[in-house]
C-alpha cells in the first residue's frame, strides 16, 4: 500500500475543498506539505547525485567509503524529517476529523455526529430512547447579559448534560440552544429518570454575571423508538413532546406518543 501516496491524495484534497478555506488549520497543513514536497525534491537531488558519484567513485575508489558515508547520513536525515512529518500529518487529520464532529462552543459532538450515531442504532434494530432538549428562553438571556452570557450558559448546560449521572450514550448540541441525548438499551422507566435528574441538575446550576445570579432551565422532549421506526419519525415525535413541554409552561419532561 503507497500510503505516502495517499496521504497526498488526501491532504491535496482537504487543500482543494472550499469547505475548508477558512478553516484554522488548513494554512499550517499548507505549509507542512509544502515543507513535505521540498524534502522530496532534495531526496530526488541527492539520488541524481548519488548516480553521478557511482561513475566517479569507480575512479576514486579510494574515496568512496567517505562519500557513501556522507550520503547515507543525509538521506537518513530526511527519512527522520519524513517520519516528524507524518506523525504531524496524522496529529493534524485526527484534529481536522474531530472538528469535524464535535461542537467548537460546547465540545459535545455535533449534529452531524448525534444522527450518525442514532442511524447506526437504529440500523441495528437496538432498543433507544432519546431527548430534545431547549434551553428556556435563552433569548432572554442573550438579550439581558449578551452572547457571551449566553455562550456561558450553553457550556454550562453541556456540562451538566454529560455528566455519568445521566446515563447517556451521546450527547449532541442539535443547534443553537438545543441538544440531543441518546440511551440505547435501557427501559423507557429508566430514561425518564434520567431526564428528570438531568432536567433539575440543570436548573440547579448558576451563573454569576456581573453581580446578578443566572439560572438555567431547560424543556425535554422524550421519545422511545418504537419497532420499525426510522430516525426521522423518532426525532418528529421527540420534537412534538419537547413543544408540548414549552406549551405547557417549560422546565419538564414531556413523553412523546
Known amino acids: 500500500m503507497n500510503v505516502t501516496g495517499d496521504s497526498e491524495k488526501r491532504i491535496e484534497s482537504l487543500l482543494a475543498d472550499p469547505a475548508y478555506a477558512d478553516h484554522p488549520l488548513r494554512e499550517p497543513l499548507a505549509q507542512l506539505y509544502r515543507q513535505f514536497q521540498d524534502q522530496l525534491r532534495q531526496l530526488d537531488r541527492i539520488t541524481r547525485i548519488s548516480d553521478r558519484y557511482q561513475d566517479a567513485a569507480r575512479s576514486e575508489a579510494s574515496s568512496l567509503g567517505e562519500r557513501l ?8 536525515k530526511i527519512a527522520r524529517i519524513s517520519d516528524r512529518y507524518q506523525s504531524m500529518l496524522r496529529e493534524l487529520n485526527e484534529r481536522l476529523e474531530h472538528e469535524s464532529t464535535h461542537d467548537a462552543l460546547t465540545g459535545l459532538a455535533n449534529r452531524r455526529l448525534g444522527l450518525a450515531r442514532l442511524a447506526a442504532l437504529i440500523a441495528a434494530e437496538q432498543a433507544v430512547s432519546i431527548a430534545l432538549i ?9 438579550d439581558a447579559f449578551g452572547h457571551e452570557a ?20 451521546l450527547v449532541a448540541r ?22 428528570h435528574a438531568l432536567r433539575q441538575a440543570v436548573g440547579a446550576c448558576t451563573l454569576g454575571i456581573d453581580g446578578s445570579v443566572l439560572r438555567c432551565s431547560a424543556s425535554f422532549g422524550l421519545a422511545q423508538r418504537h419497532d420499525g421506526e426510522g430516525v426521522d419519525e423518532l426525532l418528529r415525535r421527540a420534537d412534538a413532546a419537547l413543544y408540548a413541554a414549552k406549551e405547557a409552561g417549560r422546565d419538564r419532561v414531556m413523553l412523546a406518543r
Not at 431547549?134 to 442573550?142: M, Q, S
Not at 449566553?150 to 455519568?164: I, S
Not at 442539535?174 to 431526564?195: C, K, Y
Open 174 to 195: 442539535w443547534g443553537g440552544e438545543e441538544f440531543l441525548l441518546i440511551w440505547p438499551q435501557i427501559e423507557l422507566a429508566t430514561a425518564i429518570q434520567h431526564a
Open 69 to 76: 558515508s556522507k550520503q547515507l547520513r543525509q538521506v537518513e
Open 150 to 169: 449566553g455562550d456561558r450558559a450553553l457550556v454550562g448546560v453541556a456540562r451538566t448534560l454529560r455528566d455519568p449521572l445521566g446515563g447517556a450514550d
Open 134 to 142: 431547549d434551553v428556556d428562553n435563552f433569548k432572554r438571556i442573550n
